[in-house]
């Protein structure tokens, strides 16, 4: 099993900035994708911003010049740098990784999800 750990969530106001963080562990051969998703009330879940083993990245277009991903390897965690926070950004965020555990078994893995809050 992989399990992953997020931390970071909270609230704060409009204009401010939180970082987020997902640390995977357990059974890990090598790590794809790492990424964020968030869902809002009523909403269906969307995707936030991903990276690559090889570091290429992707963004919605929503979150684009605000939010930063990077990622450890040496640790295997994501990080979500949010900046310029706007109302629009409340969700629950689920941090997701992709890879294998086996050379023959690849995993599809959610973290329990970190609230964000944004108030105006």
């Known amino acids: 099993q992989v399990q992953l750990v997020e931390s970071g969530g909270g609230l704060v106001q409009a204009g401010g900035s939180l970082r987020l963080s997902c640390a995977a562990s357990g059974s890990i051969l090598s790590i794809n994708v790492m990424g964020w998703y968030r869902q809002a009330p009523g909403k269906q879940r969307e995707l936030v911003a991903n990276?690559?083993?090889?570091?290429?990245?992707n963004y919605a277009d929503s979150v684009k010049g605000r939010f930063t991903i990077s990622r450890d390897k040496a640790k295997n965690t994501v990080y979500l740098q949010m900046n310029s926070l706007k109302p629009e950004d409340t969700a629950v965020y689920y941090c997701?990784?992709?890879?294998?555990?086996?050379?023959?078994?690849?995993?599809?893995?959610w973290g329990q999800g970190t609230q964000v809050t944004v108030s105006s």
């Open positions: 997701n990784t992709v890879g294998r555990r086996t050379a023959l078994t690849r995993y599809d893995s």
């Open positions: 990276i690559t083993s090889g570091g290429s990245t």
